[in-house]
């Protein structure tokens, strides 16, 4: 067998394992090129090629290149693992690029388990709500960061203080706040008969914004209380921007931006100075 045979052999075995890590994703619109999964491929590839030339040996008879291979092998092997243990190639937007086909995983084992425990099925709801969230997030800063918007601070809560257990009831922290899901049940206290605009940071997920398509009336869910908010003009294709008492909500749809992995993104701001965006799917009746 010759060497070429060889080589060309751990490159396909490199390339379909690199492949192949992406196949416990929970969607297509999850994938993305991730740094660290090539680094770990490639570490993957040179172990490959230091064990199947230990067990070939006998069919590869020059040392000197048998050695050659050993060695390259083995510095491949080092210089992934430094790369992927240090990140030092790693940039926001790539490390973000790596973190949602990361929490896509998590997604999906979190949703197809076969779970009977209500103490751990509805910890595996709560994990499936955060990494979607955090996935449509992720895509809008993806968006934001590459594009040169990179802001110097964000909000952040009041520095802890002592108090009782009701004080921490009663305690908001607005920096985690953040629109949740609603039912169209939900929708409906606030929403008249009609048709509907929504935005969903995933297709498998309910809405955060329900909107009344034609008229000027919108809903979220913040922090458990059904919030109606309004626009400033007939809401449609087109999006709108909702305000409520110290918040805004935009729609925008992305247009030449759109892809297969969302066509508009929501950027939601409260006064107090906390705003959070994300990607994801608008569409109007």
């Given at each position: 067998?010759?060497?070429?045979?060889?080589?060309?052999?751990?490159l396909?075995?490199?390339?379909?394992?690199?492949?192949?890590?992406?196949?416990?994703?929970?969607?297509w619109?999850?994938?993305?090129?991730?740094e660290?999964?090539?680094?770990?491929?490639?570490?993957?590839?040179?172990?490959?090629?230091?064990?199947?030339?230990?067990?070939m040996?006998?069919?590869?008879?020059?040392?000197?290149?048998?050695?050659?291979?050993?060695v390259?092998a083995?510095?491949?092997?080092?210089?992934?693992?430094?790369?992927?243990?240090?990140?030092?190639?790693?940039?926001?937007?790539?490390?973000?690029?790596?973190?949602?086909?990361?929490?896509?995983?998590?997604?999906m084992?979190?949703?197809?388990?076969q779970?009977?425990?209500?103490r751990?099925?509805?910890?595996?709801?709560?994990?499936?709500?955060?990494?979607?969230?955090?996935?449509?997030?992720?895509?809008?800063?993806?968006?934001?960061?590459?594009?040169?918007?990179?802001?110097?601070?964000?909000?952040?809560?009041?520095?802890?203080?002592?108090?009782?257990?009701?004080?921490?009831?009663?305690?908001?922290?607005?920096?985690?706040?953040?629109?949740?899901?609603?039912?169209?049940?939900e929708?409906?206290q606030?929403?008249?008969?009609?048709?509907?605009?929504v935005?969903?940071?995933?297709?498998?997920?309910?809405?955060?914004?329900?909107?009344?398509?034609?008229?000027?009336?919108?809903?979220?869910?913040?922090?458990?209380?059904?919030?109606?908010?309004e626009?400033?003009?007939?809401?449609?294709?087109?999006?709108?921007?909702?305000?409520?008492?110290?918040?805004?909500?935009t729609?925008?749809?992305?247009g030449?931006?759109?892809?297969?992995?969302?066509?508009?993104?929501?950027?939601?701001?409260?006064?107090?100075?906390?705003?959070?965006?994300?990607?994801?799917?608008?569409?109007c009746?």
């Amino acid at each position: 067998m010759s060497y070429i045979r060889f080589g060309l052999m751990i490159l396909t075995s490199t390339v379909v394992m690199f492949i192949l890590m992406y196949l416990n994703t929970y969607a297509w619109e999850h994938l993305f090129f991730s740094e660290t999964r090539t680094y770990m491929a490639l570490m993957m590839g040179a172990t490959m090629a230091v064990i199947m030339l230990a067990y070939m040996l006998g069919m590869y008879s020059n040392m000197k290149l048998n050695i050659a291979i050993f060695v390259g092998a083995a510095v491949v092997f080092a210089l992934m693992l430094w790369l992927v243990r240090g990140q030092a190639t790693v940039s926001g937007p790539s490390y973000m690029r790596a973190m949602i086909p990361h929490h896509s995983i998590a997604v999906m084992t979190s949703e197809r388990a076969q779970i009977r425990d209500p103490r751990v099925a509805k910890l595996a709801h709560e994990i499936i709500l955060a990494q979607r969230r955090e996935i449509a997030e992720m895509r809008y800063l993806i968006a934001e960061v590459s594009a040169g918007n990179v802001v110097e601070s964000v909000y952040e809560d009041p520095l802890p203080e002592v108090g009782t257990i009701g004080d921490a009831l009663s305690n908001v922290l607005v920096s985690t706040l953040d629109p949740s899901p609603l039912v169209e049940a939900e929708a409906d206290q606030v929403l008249g008969d009609g048709p509907r605009c929504v935005f969903n940071r995933s297709p498998e997920t309910d809405p955060i914004l329900w909107a009344s398509a034609g008229g000027n009336a919108g809903v979220i869910k913040l922090n458990g209380v059904i919030v109606p908010m309004e626009a400033g003009a007939a809401v449609g294709p087109d999006g709108a921007t909702f305000v409520a008492d110290g918040a805004t909500a935009t729609v925008r749809p992305l247009g030449a931006e759109a892809d297969w992995r969302s066509d508009a993104e929501l950027v939601f701001e409260l006064e107090r100075g906390l705003q959070v965006g994300y990607r994801g799917f608008y569409t109007c009746e």
